[in-house]
Nanobody, 131 residues
Framework: QVQLVESGGGLVQAGDSLRLSCAAS????????MGWFRQAPGKEREFVSA????????YYKDSVHDRFTIHRDNAKNTVYLQMNSLKPEDSAVYYC????????????????????????WGQGIQVTVSS
């Protein structure tokens, strides 16, 4: 079992920045693929960003790729999402997720944006951006 604990959300104004953190349990964190998703009221959960285990390859939703940065610190079992130039449309509950690669194997680079690929999820944390 992998437990994920998120922190760093809150209420900010448009143009401000936030850094979300996700701390994971376990001793094999470096092998996990990690993702961030978000869900706004009345919307489906959508992919935001991901970072692979081992290689550290990064992926982004098109609308955030020039504003958000994902990175990981394997020594701390933590993945981060740095969010700059926040917009009201970024408001959502943000979820951290971990994939053990059981479904994708070497094909994860084609599946990182799929909710069903991930095995464990955090509780979600609110990000609200006012205009």
């Amino acid at each position: 079992q992998v437990q994920l604990v998120e922190s760093g959300g809150g209420l900010v104004q448009a143009g401000d920045s936030l850094r979300l953190s996700c701390a994971a349990s376990g001793r094999t964190f470096s092998s996990y693929h990690m993702g961030w998703f978000r869900q706004a009221p009345g919307k489906e959960r959508e992919f935001v960003s991901a970072i692979s285990g081992s290689t550290g390859s990064t992926y982004y939703k098109d609308s955030v790729h020039d504003r958000f940065t994902i990175h990981r610190d394997n020594a701390k079992n933590t993945v981060y999402l740095q969010m700059n130039s926040l917009k009201p449309e970024d408001s959502a509950v943000y979820y951290c997720a971990a994939s053990l690669g059981r479904r994708s194997g070497n094909d994860w680079h084609h599946r990182y944006m799929r909710v069903a690929e991930y095995d464990y999820w955090g509780q979600g944390i609110q990000v609200t951006v006012s205009s």
